[in-house]
């Protein structure tokens, strides 16, 4: 998680730089091994990051989010959703109703809002609120998926095939492309969650997502720095990436050539 260098900051402390950062980092995580060949993880991948110690919020963030999909990736609103926190009775924190109406007034479809629990829409380094320790910062958050279209329902890894299709049912028709986490609360030792000293944001958005929406093709494989390897292994084997059970070896290889490399 790009954010363990800096929960000091989140707790209070002055950063350096300022109370605005923005950072690309380059990511390993292993935790996604096994997910690995599937048409949007990887091991290896580069986060874009933004954060505020204090400073802008809900509103300025979804602003500039909503700014950053629509027209610098020209990106269409209507092939947007994004997915607020519902709320919890037992956490003592309500229903995130701001982050919805941000998402409204700038243009994303009411339609295309919806709410989910901590299981879902909170972050921490631990994950969900009973997860979290004592003293670790955390948050409810607001993703934003690409929708791909829904002849995509029924793809090939859905484990939803009889549900109703929802940003969050792993269809394939979905992809996340980012998160806005609000970091907000810190975990005391009774178990309950206080307010941080200043309400603090938390962006990320993995950069082969993002390629991958702006192009509109569902397979991070296929955008730019992933094909190059791919057709690189095409030329070795002789094997074809769209050939039944071979378009998952070719991910798992391509993928584990980069996380190698870096």
């Known amino acids: 998680a790009g954010m363990h260098p800096l929960v000091p900051f989140f707790l209070g402390e002055d950063h350096p730089a300022g109370k605005r950062l923005a950072n690309i980092q380059g990511c390993l995580r292993t935790d996604d091994i096994d997910e690995v060949g599937d048409d949007t993880h990887c091991t290896f991948f580069e986060m874009l990051g933004n954060w505020s110690f204090g400073d802008y919020f809900k509103k300025d963030q979804i602003q500039w989010m909503y700014e950053f999909l629509t027209i610098e990736l020209g990106i269409k609103p209507d092939r947007l959703w994004v997915t607020c926190f519902e709320g919890d009775e037992k956490l003592g924190i309500k229903k995130d109703e701001i982050s919805a109406r941000e998402w409204t007034k700038h243009g994303i479809d009411p339609s ?113 720095t992933l094909w190059a390897t791919i057709d690189e292994i095409q030329k070795k084997t002789d094997a074809i990436y769209e050939h039944g059970l071979l378009t998952r070896s070719f991910r798992i290889v391509a993928d584990h050539i980069r996380g190698a490399v870096f």
């Open 112 to 224: 295309h809002i919806l709410f989910y629990p901590a299981k879902k829409n909170w972050w921490s380094r631990a994950g969900e609120p009973d997860n979290m320790p004592a003293g670790e910062p955390g948050g409810p958050d607001s993703e934003m998926f690409f929708d791909f279209g829904a002849h995509l329902m029924l793809h090939e890894n859905s484990e939803w095939r009889n549900e109703v299709c929802h940003p969050n049912c792993d269809c394939g028709r979905f992809m996340e492309i980012g998160n806005n986490v609000f970091m907000m609360y810190v975990k005391q030792e009774d178990g309950t969650y206080k307010e941080l000293p200043r309400a603090n944001v938390d962006h990320g958005s993995g950069l082969e997502r993002m390629v991958a929406a702006a192009n509109d093709t569902p397979d991070i494989f296929k955008i730019d």
